[in-house]
């Protein structure tokens, strides 16, 4: 039992040594993505669709309209109003292009609605034909 645990203890020590290696090598190889947040009503009507409809779960998708690529990150049904989405990153590598963003909270509760919304921010970057990750 004793070298089982220490082995773990082990692993845990070495195991992000392992991956800060990745990471590092994979961010000397990525450029950032210029992009546009897209209105509502300016998205492609079957794009539209698709997001209304499942507008209540959480959405990681991406929608490709001619030479436009559509990214979407919805976080699903809040209690309240007053959400944000904020782009932490937008970048590829010869492989990918990946989107990382982040919901941020109502800023002053007292001020806020108390309907149910869907935050859900949509970008239009121009198609690299590579895998698509939204985190």
Sequence with gaps: MKKILTLL???ALFLPLLFACGKKEAEEDRREVDFTVVPWEELPEPLREAVEKNKKEEIRMSYLDGEDLYLVRGYGEQETGGYSISVLECWE???KLC???RLLGPENPDEISKNPTWPCLVLRVENQDKEVVIQ
Excluded: C, I, K, S
Aim: net charge negative; proline share 0%; glycine share 12%.
């Design 9 to 11: 203890g082990v692993t």
């Design 93 to 95: 590598n010869e492989e």
């Design 99 to 101: 989107l990382d963003t």
